[in-house]
C-alpha cells in the first residue's frame, strides 16, 4: 500500500492507496508544535480504527509547503511505519515543465495539482485551488506548468474583517438569497460570497485569455465543491487532486522507493532525515 501525504498550511491531507484505488482519506490539522510521536499515534489510530495492518504500507510520498514539520513527520512515519518516507520535488521528481521565472518558487502542491489534472482532464488547463490562500494555476496546452495567481481565501478575508473592524461579528461562510443584507451578518455574506465568486470568475476570464480561451476549469481545495456551486466556470470539482498526483508521482519513480523499509529499532530521532530541525 501507498500512503500519500498532502501537508497544507491548515491541514494535513492523507490518501491511503491500494494499487490505483485510493482506501480512505483523514485529516490532522497541521502543526509544527506536534512531536513525532505525537503524529505517529494519530496515524496508526487511523490504521487501527479501518482494521488496516501498518505493515502493509509499503512506501510513503509527501508534498509539503510547511517546512516547519518536516521533521516530525518523516521521523513519525519511520517510527510508528518503518519505511523512509520521500518528498516529491526534493527526492523524486514530479515530471512537470516548470515555467516560473524562479521554478523553486512554486509550491509544491501546485505542480502535483498539474500532474494530476493533466492526466485526468487533459490541457490546456486551469486549477483553482480553494483553501487557505486560493490559487490558480495555467497549465499550456503543451502541458507545461506556466504560472499562476495567488490570492487570499475567503476564509482569511472574513477573520480579517472580524478582526480589524470592532463591531463586525465572525460569520458562517454561506451566499445569502438576495444580495442586498438585511442584516450584518447577512450583509457580510453576501459581500464575502458574491464579492469572492466575483473575484474568482475575474481571474479565471483572463487567465482563460492568455491561454486561448479553451482550458478545462478544475477546482479543489477545501472550499471547491462549496464555491464551484457558486461559481459557473468552474468545469470540474476534484477534492483528491493533490494526492492523485503523489500517487501518479509515485507510479513513475517507483524504483525510488525500493529498499525502502526500515527494520523496528533503527529511527534515530536526532539524525538529521530532512531539512528542518526544531528550534
Not at 491548515?10 to 508544535?33: C, H, K, P, Q, W
Request: proline residues 4%.
Amino acid at each position: 500500500m501507498l500512503l500519500a501525504i498532502d501537508v497544507g498550511n491548515t491541514n494535513m491531507v492523507f490518501g491511503l492507496y491500494e494499487d490505483d484505488r485510493l482506501r480512505g482519506t483523514f485529516r490532522i490539522s497541521t502543526n509544527a508544535e506536534r512531536t513525532s510521536d505525537e503524529l505517529g499515534m494519530q496515524i496508526s489510530q487511523y490504521y487501527h480504527f479501518h482494521g488496516i495492518d501498518r505493515s502493509k504500507t509499503d512506501a510513503v510520498i509527501i508534498a509539503s509547503v510547511v517546512p516547519p514539520v518536516m521533521y516530525a513527520l518523516i521521523n513519525a512515519i519511520r517510527k510508528y511505519l518503518n519505511v523512509q518516507p520521500l518528498v516529491a520535488g526534493r527526492d523524486v521528481d514530479i515530471g512537470i515543465e516548470n515555467r516560473y521565472a524562479n521554478p523553486r518558487e512554486v509550491g509544491t502542491d501546485r505542480l502535483v495539482n498539474a500532474v494530476s489534472a493533466v492526466r485526468k482532464y487533459g490541457k490546456p488547463l486551469i486549477i483553482v485551488d480553494i483553501g487557505t490562500a486560493t490559487t490558480f494555476d495555467a497549465i499550456d496546452e503543451n502541458g507545461a506548468y506556466e504560472g499562476g495567481v495567488i490570492f487570499p481565501g475567503i476564509k482569511v478575508a472574513m477573520e480579517a474583517l472580524f478582526l480589524k473592524a470592532s463591531k463586525l461579528p465572525r460569520v458562517d461562510i454561506e451566499r445569502p438569497a438576495r444580495a442586498i443584507g438585511k442584516t450584518t451578518v447577512q450583509s457580510m455574506q453576501s459581500g464575502a460570497v458574491r464579492g469572492y465568486v466575483g473575484a474568482l470568475t475575474g481571474i479565471i476570464m483572463d487567465i482563460q485569455k492568455e491561454l486561448g480561451g479553451s482550458a478545462c476549469v478544475v477546482a479543489t481545495g477545501g472550499m471547491g465543491r462549496m464555491m464551484a456551486n457558486y461559481c459557473g466556470l468552474i468545469d470540474k470539482v476534484d477534492p483528491n487532486l493533490t494526492l492523485e498526483g503523489l500517487r501518479l508521482i509515485y507510479e513513475e519513480n517507483r524504483q525510488a522507493f525500493a529498499g525502502r523499509h526500515i527494520s523496528i529499532g533503527e529511527v534515530d530521532e536526532g539524525e538529521d532525515w530532512c531539512e528542518e530541525k526544531p528550534v
